[in-house]
């Protein structure tokens, strides 16, 4: 958060369903919510209107007047299972949906962005597409039921001519014509809908009335219901309404037929997926981000109307059952053939369905608006286009041609599968979210009482059986189609600022493992380095940076910084600069964690990082930069993912977390010059090897590592012409002979690391063993075949070179005083230049060199004297690593 007066939520579309009196007002500017003005859509919907309203009509639709053929077709007793098994499920889906809404305001896109904002762009975009797709194909669906009751009406004959002709082209004309209605509608004033929905459901809810009333007071009567059959045959079927009668009831407990609008016979997975289309509408109230309350609101509401909607299926469902015989099956609309003025259920059939058809209409076009807005798929970019009120018309568009498309289906039932299964997959996925907020032990969550992760996991199994009971084909097509963009997002790693649920499943999982993982049962069989590498400016480390990211094989990798000063300051100055080393992490595309710390000094401060970084996991090796005076160089100059931040060239629409690499640049400061002070001296970089190696740590110092190339992320190189040299003798001190020693065997250890390393693993590795020739002792021929029995134990694979130590030996003197005290050997500068000769000859065309790094003096008095050995002995060798280990590494037992 920039400040503490960051709005904690911000309105970005209107919900979902049409039902909100605000969905075509215009949107609050960014403006207007930061001047603190009032909001031009306050919070004053109650439950009633803003929940109950909304959520009934949209449950209700058209199947309440035309679809009560499930009893027709399936029986009494399979229709109350059926209606019991999706009340069941939605039941489910709703404690979620209570669970996730009374935690957080929802914003415009219903399932969407619940999903998004808990599980992250990756399943939020991918089910917010299914979701959409649902909403169309609903649209569509309702459209031909509505056509369907139309054609009903008008499809008496007269003078031999039928009022509006019928056939499969007509029905698709027909559509288009409602469809292009609903279009208009949304485009021109899309509130013009919302402000009568309480009107609609008035009206809805007398035809309802109506239907209950004709069963009792309509007098039992006989039809004859014709359908055109194949070849223009004309079927002719005898119905009766017998009111209400045992029999009629025990003739309708079960059966199945042939549905007269596909030609197909009905089953239980046909039968239930039109019933289903009736119970999607839960998430209406879910939507109103105008509520009052909306944490007393939306439990309330939607629970209620879900009580309402069942208790008056479950009574048509019985009067259906208990007054009408083949009626149920050749009339869909027999509802108005017993009522005791038809024109209330007709006008009831054509609110309902147009309602539901608008409201399909809005809803898609609001998630697409949303997933526009969120940029996680490119082609859908014109979407997020608003006009002057708010209105996404572009999006509204979008909906209506595909729902164009649908209705060439022809038949409500052809795509009442299909619409379906792509709610329940929606459904599934909410109760994923759900569980996964709760299994990450989110905190304050659910505020909701009455939820736990059992009924999330028996949502998502009943939706997912449910899916393959509807349709096996349907439910693999979509499930195959949600991982295609799963994984295309995923591709496109799109970074947001909402929280990813991931991370907190990572974060209770990692904690768990952490407190598993016990220092004293580490061994050193499985041993692998724990880097900490201290960074002064990464302007002139990235080279060394991104070599390390080779060297830790697996391991901790830390890139720790000082910065100099205390916390005398209003704030702590380190707390600022992380996201900017995490960028740059991003970036270099290493794998590494950034630790800072505020101290006086580099050397108190690096102190503080070993003995402070890292949790379970310590790191055991410090890795420097060295101590020389060469003029570093800048790779932000080098690497055009750095330069070419500087005109621009950044990715658009990417979620930066607040460092755009303009800024990246500017914040780390230019690269030192010779003439520069610097901020660490001799001796304090020399005492800050020594207290690593009192803290039993072991100590890398990298020279010349901005000569290597070929080590960043988009480097294709697997080391197949690069070489590896190791040198495993103090090569300050000729009189070493001990190959086996702690240190030799470190050096030995790092080497084979990297050579198991992406960019290293077919690099050649070459061990240098020095030997005196001129004494005439042939001992070195047996060391040599010991040392060869050691590779093999540890598995080393390299070629052996013997080197005459003769040339330096020569220059190298050692004084009684040298001898006796712990003071730094006086080396000749001819003896350390004949060493780097002898480097220079063997080792120049190495890509990198692994050398001992003898322990530092004792006295501060000899750092200066001792990095002037270094630097003479390493002085032009290239990529040079000096290495000094304290801790065993090797281990040759099984």
């Not at 080393?796 to 009684?816: C, E, G, L």
């Amino acid at each position: 958060m920039s400040n503490e007066h960051t709005p904690l939520i911000t309105s970005r579309v209107c919900g979902l369903t049409m039902t909100t009196p605000t969905c075509g007002a215009p949107p609050e500017s960014p403006q207007e919510s930061s001047s603190g003005a009032p909001s031009p859509n306050p919070r004053r919907l109650n439950t009633f209107f803003g929940v109950m309203v909304p959520t009934v009509l949209s449950m209700f639709s058209i199947i309440l007047f035309l679809r009560t053929f499930v009893v027709g077709h399936a029986g009494l007793l399979e229709g109350l299972l059926m209606i019991a098994v999706a009340y069941i499920i939605i039941s489910l889906t709703i404690l979620s949906i209570c669970a996730i809404s009374t935690n957080g305001a929802i914003q415009g896109g219903g399932a969407y962005d619940m999903i998004s904002r808990s599980l992250g762009p990756e399943f939020g975009g991918s089910i917010g597409l299914m979701f959409f797709l649902a909403k169309v194909f609903a649209c569509g669906e309702y459209v031909l039921g509505l056509v369907e009751a139309i054609l009903d009406v008008f499809s008496s004959v007269s003078a031999g001519v039928r009022v509006l002709p019928q056939g499969y082209w007509y029905t698709v004309l027909y559509s288009s014509v409602v469809l292009l209605l609903c279009l208009i509608i949304c485009l021109v004033g899309a509130h013009i809908y919302s402000r009568t929905a309480f009107v609609i459901l008035l009206v809805v809810t007398v035809s309802l009335l109506s239907i209950f009333i004709s069963s009792v007071a309509v007098k039992p009567q006989s039809f004859v219901i014709t359908h055109q059959g194949l070849g223009n045959q004309t079927l002719r079927y005898n119905a009766s309404f017998t009111g209400f009668s045992a029999e009629t009831l025990r003739n309708n407990l079960g059966r199945y037929s042939l549905d007269y609008s596909t030609n197909t016979v009905m089953s239980f997975a046909t039968v239930f997926a039109v019933m289903f289309t009736s119970c999607t509408g839960i998430m209406a109230g879910a939507n109103m981000s105008e509520l009052k309350t909306p944490s007393v609101s939306i439990p309330r509401g939607t629970i209620i109307a879900v009580i309402y909607t069942f208790t008056v299926y479950i009574l048509l469902f019985l009067l259906a059952s208990a007054t009408c015989d083949t009626l149920l099956i050749q009339d869909y609309g027999f509802f108005q053939r017993i009522n005791l003025w038809p024109p209330f259920v007709t006008i009831g059939i054509f609110c309902a369905s147009l309602s539901a058809a608008m409201c399909a209409m809005i809803g898609a076009s609001r998630i697409l608006h949303a997933l526009a807005l969120d940029q996680l798929f490119l082609p859908l970019a014109p979407a997020a286009i608003t006009s002057s009120s708010g209105n996404p018309w572009v999006a509204v568009l979008y909906t209506w041609g595909l729902a164009q498309c649908v209705v060439f289906a022809g038949h409500l039932n052809a795509v009442a599968g299909l619409v379906t299964v792509f709610y329940l997959l929606a459904y599934a996925a909410v109760d994923l979210a759900c569980l996964a907020l709760e299994w990450a032990s989110a905190p304050n969550f659910p505020t909701f009482q009455f939820f736990s992760w059992h009924t999330c996991l028996l949502g998502i199994v009943s939706c997912v059986v449910m899916m393959f009971v509807i349709n096996p084909v349907y439910s693999s097509g979509s499930i195959v189609l949600l991982l295609l963009l799963l994984l295309f997002l995923h591709y496109r790693s799109p970074t947001s600022s909402w929280g990813y649920i991931s991370q907190a499943l990572i974060f209770h999982q990692v904690r768990k493992y952490l407190l598993m993982l016990d220092v004293r049962k580490e061994h050193v069989k499985f041993w692998r380095p724990q880097v900490l590498l201290m960074v002064s400016n990464p302007r002139s480390s990235c080279q060394l940076i991104l070599f390390v990211n080779q060297l830790k094989k697996g391991g901790l990798y830390v890139l720790g910084h000082v910065q100099l000063g205390d916390l005398a300051l209003p704030s702590d100055p380190v707390q600022q600069q992380y996201n900017f080393w995490l960028s740059l992490v991003d970036k270099l595309g290493v794998k590494a964690f950034v630790d800072l710390t505020l101290s006086p000094s580099v050397r108190q401060g690096t102190q503080h990082l070993l003995r402070i970084t890292g949790l379970g996991m310590k790191p055991n090796t410090l890795i420097l930069g060295f101590y020389d005076s060469c003029t570093p160089d800048d790779f932000f100059l080098q690497d055009s993912a750095f330069y070419d931040a500087s005109v621009g060239q950044t990715s658009e629409g990417e979620y930066n977390f607040g460092v755009d690499l303009p800024s990246l640049q500017a914040h780390f400061p230019p690269v030192r010059h010779v003439e520069s002070p610097r901020w660490l001296s001799p001796e304090e970089y020399v005492g800050i090897i020594s207290d690593a190696l009192k803290m039993n740590k072991n100590v890398c110092l990298g020279r010349y590592f901005f000569q290597l190339q070929g080590e960043g992320k988009d480097s294709k190189t697997d080391g197949s012409e690069r070489t590896i040299d190791v040198w495993p003798l103090n090569l300050l001190q000729p009189g070493s002979r001990d190959y086996q020693d702690v240190c030799s065997l470190f050096l030995l250890q790092m080497a084979c690391v990297l050579n198991m390393s992406s960019k290293w693993r077919n690099a050649r590795m070459r061990i240098f063993l020095n030997v005196e020739t001129a004494s005439c002792d042939q001992g070195w021929v047996i060391n040599e075949e010991t040392f060869r029995d050691l590779l093999k134990k540890l598995r080393i694979r390299a070629s052996i070179k013997i080197v005459s130590w003769d040339p330096a030996v020569q220059y190298h003197t050692v004084s009684k005083a040298d001898c006796s005290s712990e003071s730094l050997p006086t080396l000749s500068e001819d003896f350390l230049s004949a060493v780097n000769s002898m480097l220079m000859e063997h080792s120049s065309q190495a890509a990198v060199r692994f050398l001992y790094l003898p322990r530092p003096p004792a006295h501060s008095s000899q750092a200066q004297q001792y990095l002037a050995q270094l630097e003479a002995v390493t002085y032009g060798l290239g990529p040079t690593l000096l290495i000094h280990g304290v801790t065993p590494v090797t281990y040759t037992d099984l």
